[in-house]
């Protein structure tokens, strides 16, 4: 038997469509040498894109200060964050209310899905303990990008991811343009 060892630069439900790409590509005959060959030249064209309604877990963590948790929870603040190319968590813009930073999440994958609104491959949400936000999510995105391969497939965020965003997290997942910041 071989083994490769890649670093996905991703996590969660990412790392989860890249695996379900990876499938599809073995199904279709590719071997395994030329599997490691394509995941190591595309990983960064996979997209995580998430926002968090609740800054707690942030403040544990020691990513945000206790003033910017307080007065980001009183002002209904939602950070959008995504993943660069080095696998490192990038805040990228602050939003007040959620309905502003759903908006926002799929205008992210308007502007970097392969295709833009024509994009035709598969869609992966996770979300930790806020399944009616994620599904405005994956509701939105279905009705902007028709093409879709099958529905948006919503997952749960897994305890390693979960203990550190806590709940009130929507992660969004899909291949795009590369991931180069």
Same mark, same amino acid.
């Given at each position: +038997?071989?083994?490769?060892?890649?670093?996905?630069?991703?996590?969660?439900?990412?790392?989860?469509?890249?695996?379900?790409?990876?499938?599809?590509? +073995?199904?279709? /005959?590719?071997?395994?040498?030329?599997?490691?060959?394509?995941?190591?030249?595309?990983?960064?064209?996979?997209?995580?894109?998430?926002?968090s309604t609740d800054l707690s877990f942030y403040?544990? &963590?020691? +990513?945000?200060?206790?003033?910017?948790?307080?007065? *980001? *929870?009183?002002? &209904? $603040?939602?950070?959008?964050? %995504?993943?660069?190319? *080095?696998?490192?968590?990038?805040? +990228?813009?602050k939003y007040k209310g959620k309905k502003k930073?759903?908006?926002?999440?799929?205008?992210?994958?308007? %502007?970097?899905?392969? *295709?833009?609104?024509?994009?035709?491959?598969?869609?992966? $949400?996770?979300?930790?303990?806020?399944?009616?936000?994620?599904?405005?999510?994956?509701?939105?995105?279905?009705?902007?990008?028709? =093409?879709?391969?099958?529905?948006?497939?919503? %997952? %749960?965020?897994?305890?390693?991811? /979960?203990?550190?965003? &806590?709940? &009130?997290?929507?992660?969004?997942?899909?291949?795009?343009?590369?991931? =180069?910041?």
């Open positions: +038997r071989k083994i490769y060892i890649v670093d996905s630069l991703g996590a969660s439900s990412g790392y989860g469509l890249i695996m379900d790409k990876l499938s599809e590509l +073995r199904d279709s /005959g590719m071997d395994l040498e030329t599997l490691h060959a394509w995941v190591e030249q595309h990983k960064l064209e996979m997209h995580h894109w998430f926002f403040v544990k &963590g020691g +990513r945000i200060s206790k003033t910017s948790g307080f007065v *980001g *929870g009183i002002l &209904g $603040i939602c950070p959008l964050l %995504n993943m660069d190319s *080095g696998g490192h968590l990038v805040p +990228r813009k930073v759903i908006e926002a999440i799929v205008e992210c994958m308007e %502007n970097h899905a392969i *295709g833009g609104t024509a994009y035709a491959d598969k869609c992966y $949400i996770s979300q930790s303990d806020c399944y009616e936000d994620a599904s405005k999510v994956a509701e939105l995105v279905e009705s902007k990008f028709p =093409n879709l391969k099958g529905k948006v497939e919503i %997952n %749960n965020v897994g305890t390693t991811v /979960g203990s550190h965003t &806590g709940p &009130g997290t929507v992660a969004l997942f899909f291949w795009g343009d590369t991931r =180069n910041d």
